[in-house]
């Protein structure tokens, strides 16, 4: 029997080339192919020359390469093609390559991308601040370097560019007043970017000074900014003399960093020294008792506090009062300063 003209096939599916070769398993849904995904060898990869990232901390590398070696790598990196040269070059990743070749990889997964000129510094750049995966002086340099390839435009430009507040990109920048001692330590992570705000502002004796003191006694970014802020108005003499400035700041730290009971002693002494020569008038004396209250974090005066503060001294009193025979030393010497110094507040 003829089937009618255009009836041919009718009720039949119909198929095109695509759909012969397209996955249909239920895995597939929702799912494309991505096709700028590769395998590549790692001996057709090279580093970005102008990438922001300038150090690579050794430990870490071998953590992330020994990691490597177990498991893989776990994120593909991102490349582009210098046609020019034949050869990839690393536009995101390059810790991963690295390790790679030290855990003995012979390739590596990457997606390739045509990543214009202009835009590799800001996506590096993004990547890395959102991560806060790069050291804030390797930062500061590739945000100058954006801003020069954009054409030396307002800061706030530049902020909007890779996604970060005018004030966080002039946290960064600080960074660059530092002696390169101190950019070398936040490079090495030996050195917080918070603690080294402490140093900016401080001439090059006191900077190293007190960065050395950072370092040693590991102190907060708090401590460190209390103890700037009265050691930059400190003399020191002579003012180039490195030893002299170490000096005073170890004074002046033995005020902060009162734990035991000599160091609360000698603090408590030189604080009231300090009120009963600023209650006599002079001002020499009066900018002393300032810095020091800035260094020992003392709080406004409040009558409330005064009087709970009065209070617990009333009652330390009426403890010794009991030993008044056999009293200590240095509990005579502490009630004689304190005698002073209200003596001298009262103006007796």
Do not use: C
């Amino acid at each position: 029997m003829e089937l009618p003209p255009g009836s041919a096939g009718r009720g039949k599916r119909r198929f095109t080339v695509d759909s012969l070769f397209s996955d249909t398993r239920p895995q597939a849904t929702g799912v494309a192919d991505l096709p700028e995904a590769r395998i590549i060898d790692l001996d057709r990869i090279d580093g970005d020359p102008h990438q922001p990232r300038r150090s690579f901390d050794p430990d870490r590398l071998d953590e992330l390469s020994a990691s490597i070696a177990s498991e893989g790598v776990l994120q593909p990196i991102v490349v582009r093609l210098d046609a020019e040269r034949n050869r990839y070059i690393v536009v995101h990743g390059e810790r991963r390559v690295r390790a790679a070749r030290l855990a003995g990889l012979a390739a590596i997964p990457a997606l390739i991308r045509d990543v214009p000129a202009n835009r590799r510094l800001v996506q590096q750049l993004m990547e890395n601040v959102v991560r806060d995966d790069l050291n804030a002086v390797d930062r500061a340099a590739a945000l100058r370097a954006l801003r020069a390839q954009l054409g030396d435009p307002a800061w706030e430009v530049v902020a909007g560019q890779v996604g970060i507040k005018r004030s966080r990109l002039f946290q960064l920048l600080g960074t660059e007043k530092l002696s390169e001692g101190s950019r070398e330590d936040i490079r090495q992570g030996n050195l917080s970017e918070k603690q080294s705000r402490a140093l900016q502002g401080l001439p090059p004796v006191k900077q190293d000074a007190l960065r050395e003191l950072i370092l040693r006694e590991s102190l907060s970014s708090l401590e460190a900014s209390r103890l700037a802020r009265v050691y930059k108005e400190y003399p020191v003499s002579p003012s180039d003399d490195r030893e002299a400035a170490v000096r005073v700041l170890d004074t002046l730290l033995g005020l902060v960093v009162a734990d035991d009971p000599e160091a609360i002693r000698r603090q408590t002494r030189t604080l009231l020294h300090a009120v009963r020569s600023a209650a006599s008038g002079d001002k020499t004396a009066q900018a002393q008792l300032r810095q020091l209250k800035v260094l020992l974090g003392v709080p406004a005066f409040s009558r409330d506090r005064f009087a709970r503060d009065a209070s617990a001294l009333g009652k330390s009193l009426a403890a010794v009062s009991e030993h008044k025979a056999g009293m200590a030393p240095e509990v005579r010497a502490n009630l004689v300063e304190l005698r002073n110094t209200i003596d001298a507040l009262l103006g007796t």
